[in-house]
């Protein structure tokens, strides 16, 4: 098996067998993550140097096939979906933001296990992790992708599908690679991880990496909502959640040390007065930046529907003198199924 171009003991190892200048190597690595250039184009652009093509070919560059792209008519959201060497699809989408920024939100999982009733991901089930390879592919690929708009990916958003704090493991290695110089170079303030809450994970997340931006989808602040919205809450309760987040916002340097907050509305779920009541209530100790989403149904979704613009109008209105921040958050790409709670890969194996 080809070593993976993120294991760096075994690059360094080859690299030394074949006695190459490191300043080569980091050339090479300069092309592929810096500067967005394909595994061909930097093939051909080193074919006269035996050594090192024997390097570049010796290693494991990508594993994800690009197999589709999909871009917003309405907006600047653009849907990759890409094929695993085991033939499952996950997907990642470029977000063009008007400012001049461009964001990439990514997978972690093949499905996911926390089952959230407006998630179409959570209907898929779970599949398995990704690891740290495939995590990283969907942001080189999505360079190379972006590279002729003269483009390139500041930011990283884990909203993608699956529960990053269900796959700790490649997810810590995927973010200790984005944040390296020597590969990605961004920085960790940048990244966003966000999480339906696995408290016993929020703990090892925020000491490895305590200026990470966090945001926990809450979408509910009333326990009996919650649990059946985000089943999640039946095993870490919002009281829990309120505790161990309070703690975390006195030991560590998230942003401007606010607590991003998700919030959907979903019409009579999510946006009633009773809503109002309990997040006020919820968030009163709490140094919270509440992003309130207007709630995107799949196109199969019969049950749910989004609260309407004027409800919505009147939820911020009525938080906006108990909460810190709250900004109402616009999600790109619904048109394409790219939105918030929309991602899921309908493609079958084969
Ligand atoms: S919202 Fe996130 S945690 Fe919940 S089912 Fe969807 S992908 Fe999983």
């Known amino acids: 098996m080809k070593t993976s171009i993120y294991n760096l003991d075994r690059v360094e190892k080859l690299r030394s067998s074949l006695k190459i200048d490191p300043h080569q190597i980091k050339n090479v690595y300069n092309q592929y993550f810096k500067k967005s250039e394909t595994?061909?184009?930097?093939?051909?652009?080193?074919?006269?140097?035996y050594t090192l093509s024997s390097f570049?070919?010796?290693?494991?560059?990508?594993?994800?096939?690009?197999?589709?792209?999909?871009?917003?008519?309405?907006?600047?959201?653009?849907?990759?979906?890409?094929?695993?060497?085991?033939?499952?699809?996950?997907?990642?989408?470029?977000?063009?933001?008007?400012?001049?920024?461009?964001?990439?939100c990514i997978s972690s999982q093949i499905g996911c296990a926390m089952n959230c009733q407006f998630c179409a991901t959570g209907h898929m089930g779970f599949t398995r992790n990704l690891t740290?390879?495939?995590?990283?592919?969907?942001?080189?690929?999505?360079?190379?992708?972006?590279?002729?708009?003269?483009?390139h990916i500041r930011n990283i958003v884990f909203m993608g599908m699956g529960e990053p704090l269900n796959n700790p493991g490649e997810v810590y290695k995927a973010i200790e690679t984005l944040t390296n110089p020597k590969y990605f170079n961004l920085s960790i303030q940048h990244i966003c991880i966000s999480t339906v809450g696995i408290i016993p994970e929020l703990n090892t997340l925020m000491t490895n990496f305590p200026k990470i931006k966090l945001a926990i989808s809450?979408?509910?602040?009333?326990?009996?909502?919650?649990?059946?919205?985000?089943?999640?809450?039946?095993?870490?309760?919002?009281?829990?959640?309120?505790?161990?987040?309070?703690?975390?916002?006195?030991n560590y340097e998230t942003e401007n040390n606010y607590i991003f907050l998700e919030y959907l509305m979903i019409d009579g779920i999510t946006d009633t007065d009773a809503d109002i009541d309990a997040l006020k209530n919820w968030c009163a100790p709490l140094p919270i930046h509440l992003n309130v989403i207007k709630y995107n149904p799949a196109p199969e979704e019969k049950k749910l529907k989004p609260s309407s613009n004027k409800q919505i109008e009147y939820f911020i209105n009525q938080l906006k003198p108990h909460i810190a921040t709250i900004t109402r958050r616009y999600s790109l790409g619904s048109d394409i199924t790219a939105a918030c709670g929309q991602l899921a890969s309908k493609t079958k194996k084969g």
């Not at 740290?132 to 483009?151: G, H, S």
């Not at 059946?228 to 703690?247: D, F, H, M």
């Open 39 to 49: 595994l061909s184009t930097i093939s051909k652009n080193n074919s006269g140097n």
């Open 56 to 104: 570049i070919n010796s290693l494991n560059w990508q594993t994800l096939e690009l197999t589709q792209a999909a871009s917003s008519e309405q907006d600047g959201a653009t849907k990759l979906l890409f094929k695993t060497t085991d033939n499952h699809y996950i997907e990642a989408v470029i977000l063009r933001i008007k400012t001049g920024r461009t964001t990439l």
């Open 132 to 151: 740290r390879q495939e995590i990283l592919d969907q942001v080189t690929i999505a360079n190379q992708y972006l590279k002729p708009e003269k483009r």
């Open 218 to 250: 809450l979408h509910s602040a009333r326990e009996e909502v919650r649990s059946r919205i985000v089943p999640i809450s039946k095993t870490y309760n919002l009281k829990a959640l309120q505790t161990t987040l309070l703690e975390l916002t006195k």
